[in-house]
């Protein structure tokens, strides 16, 4: 029965898991105000970075610029 899901899902391209340390790396790192900004250069260009990080940073980059954007929005314009 296992030998059937295996060939069923095939697992290609899979992405290794993120250990709970490596994401505790990676929220202090953030947390670096001059650091944070050469660090998401680093993670987006890097070819051999991880892709759950690299989505995380695309992720966090679109909530920054949504919450920079939406102060003004809600000023009306006169």
């Known amino acids: 029965m296992e030998q059937e899901r295996m ?6 391209n899979v992405a290794p898991v993120m250990s709970i ?3 505790l790396v990676t929220f202090l790192l953030m947390a670096i105000p001059i650091v ?3 660090m998401i ?13 690299k989505n995380w940073v695309l992720a966090y980059l679109i909530v920054i610029a949504i919450s ?3 102060p003004f929005n809600a000023i009306p314009s006169i």
Do not use: A, H
Request: hydrophobic share 30%; charged share 20%; net charge negative.
């Open 7 to 12: 060939d069923y899902y095939p697992q290609t």
């Open 21 to 23: 340390g490596q994401w």
């Open 36 to 38: 944070n900004i050469i």
């Open 41 to 53: 250069i680093v993670w987006l260009t890097s070819k051999d970075e991880n892709p759950n990080r």
């Open 68 to 70: 920079f954007e939406s």
